[in-house]
């Protein structure tokens, strides 16, 4: 059972995964380079404003995608762990079951 200590909504993993998916599509959206945007474009025009909002639009777009196909990956991948963890303790409880079996089949030719 999972601790109650134990935080899944810990909001560094949360930064972590958005920085490692969205570095990938536009780097200057990761989460360390979000302050520095006002600064960098004060002296944009409106449209150049208006194509940096463009970019951005599609690049979320492409992040929700990208996104949905971590969350897919990474609940296979849990649910694999999920299936060799019980493959595992079946195998020990038929490796012990055929020890106990042997032994008693041991005693009871030598009774």
Do not use: C, H, W
């Not at 972590?16 to 520095?36: Q, T």
């Not at 951005?56 to 196909?69: L, S």
């Amino acid at each position: 059972m999972v601790s109650d200590e134990y935080q899944f909504s810990d909001p560094e993993t949360g930064i972590k995964i958005y920085d490692f998916l969205m570095g990938r599509i536009l780097p200057e959206l990761v989460s360390s380079e979000l302050p520095l945007l006002p600064e960098r474009y004060k002296d944009e025009t409106p449209e150049e404003r208006q194509a940096r909002a463009e970019r951005y639009e599609a690049a979320f777009q492409e992040y929700d995608k990208a996104y949905g196909e971590f969350l897919t990956r990474f609940l296979a991948g849990v649910s694999q762990l999920k299936k060799d963890a019980f493959r595992s303790a079946e195998a020990d409880q038929a490796k012990y079951e055929t020890k106990a079996l042997t032994a008693l089949e041991s005693q009871m030719s030598n009774a």
